[in-house]
Each structure stands twice: as structure tokens, then as C-alpha cells.
């Protein structure tokens, strides 16, 4: 059974300190997405990936935030330095090659900076 | 005003109900989905519709193109049913990512 796995999947830590979040997703998908979800701001896109090449990030903090996708089975976001507002549950989420639109999400990075 | 509006925010109902979620967009789409999420957390995708209609079990979507205009039914509601529902928009010019509604909670009581 495919599915997308993130890791970890709690993370607390200090305000200042540098936070990786990563992400699997499924074999053959050459799509990925990286969102956020608030209890303000709901679920809102922070970045995506074809082919491991970023195509918008736009949503994304610039001064803080980078996402990279190394190879076609890891993503990478991180956070550096974090801070209290950077507290949010990020979501994973992958897509096939053209044609399908369905999107597979992973169980999320629940973040919580003190 | 957002490009995706779902009501009602909140929704009670009791088991058995039938139930309607909707959802509203501004911007022309090549998709919609409907998204459950669970108190745990977990999102899940229940449909991806471009026309029409779709069922899956007691679940039902149907999607309006000209209207710009969705509904999710929920036929013999059960308290399993207790999720956050997310309406999504997919818009194939940008690269099929999604925007979201900001969800309809709803709690289905025995």
C-alpha cells in the first residue's frame, strides 16, 4: 500500500534553532507539495517541485525557509531560524506525471517552536 | 474575498441525517477535491471531479462548472462521519496546486 511518509512527525523546539522536515513520496510521483496548516490561516501552499525542480515557492517565507527535493524519493524543508509563528502541522503531498491530479498526502509534521 | 468559500463553517447533525456541504470558487479550475480530515490529523482525498458526479458509498459529489459550484452529500450520516471536510481547488495554469477552503467541521451526534 504507496503512501507518502514524513518524518519526524513531532517536532518541538526552541525559537532560533534550525528545523529539517522530510518527506517520501511515492514511488513514481514527480510531484511534490509542501503545505501548512494553521488554525488562522487553514491549509495554504508553501512550495512544490517537478521532476526534483522547484516550480513555485512563492508562498514560502524566503528569509527563513528552503525546500529542496535532493532525489526523486527525498523533499526537504527547513526552517532556519524558526520562530513561535512557524508553529503548524506541514503537510507532504505527491502527484503522478501528467494526468492524474489526485494528490497523496503523508501524515504531517506537527511543529511546535517555543 | 477568498477564491474558495465553503459553508457552513460548522455543521451538527444527527445520525441518520442526510448532510451538504458546499463550496464556492472564484477562479477557473481543472479540478476540485474533497478533502476529510480526522481529529488525528490525517488528510485524506475522497474525490478529485472535473463534471458531474461522483458516489463512493454513502458519500456523493457533484460539481457545477458553470455555476463554479460543489457539493458534498453525506446520505445516513454516522458519528464516524466526525471530520473536517476541505473543499480544494486545482488549477491546471498553475501547475495543479491546490487552494483550499477553509473547511466545513462537522460533528455527527448518536
Known amino acids: 500500500d504507496a503512501r507518502v511518509t514524513q518524518t519526524p512527525r513531532h517536532k518541538v523546539t526552541e525559537m532560533g534553532q534550525e528545523v529539517t522536515m522530510r518527506c517520501q513520496p511515492i514511488l513514481g510521483h514527480n510531484t511534490v507539495f509542501w503545505y501548512r496548516q494553521t488554525m488562522m490561516q487553514g491549509l495554504e501552499l508553501l512550495a512544490y517541485f517537478r521532476n526534483r525542480a522547484p516550480l513555485d515557492d512563492s508562498g514560502m517565507p524566503k528569509d527563513r525557509f528552503s525546500a529542496e527535493m535532493p532525489d526523486a524519493t527525498l523533499a526537504t524543508l527547513k526552517i532556519q531560524p524558526s520562530e513561535p509563528r512557524d508553529s503548524a502541522v506541514y503537510f507532504c503531498a505527491s502527484i503522478r506525471s501528467s494526468g492524474s491530479l489526485e494528490q497523496y498526502f503523508g501524515p504531517g509534521t506537527r511543529l511546535t517552536v517555543t | 474575498k477568498n477564491e474558495v468559500e465553503q459553508s457552513p463553517q460548522n455543521l451538527t447533525a444527527q445520525e441518520g441525517e442526510f448532510i451538504t456541504i458546499n463550496c464556492s470558487y472564484s477562479v477557473g479550475i481543472s479540478a476540485l477535491h474533497w478533502l476529510q480530515q480526522h481529529p488525528g490529523g490525517g488528510i485524506v482525498s475522497l474525490f478529485m471531479?472535473?463534471?458531474g458526479k461522483k458516489k463512493h458509498g454513502r458519500l456523493i459529489a457533484t460539481i457545477n462548472i458553470q455555476e463554479k459550484h460543489s457539493s458534498l452529500h453525506i446520505t445516513a450520516s454516522h458519528p464516524r462521519d466526525s471530520a473536517v471536510y476541505i473543499c480544494?481547488?486545482?488549477?491546471?495554469?498553475?501547475?495543479?496546486?491546490?487552494?483550499f477552503g477553509g473547511g466545513t467541521r462537522l460533528m455527527v451526534k448518536p
Open positions: 480544494a481547488v486545482c488549477n491546471n495554469n498553475a501547475g495543479n496546486m491546490l487552494t
Open positions: 471531479l472535473s463534471s
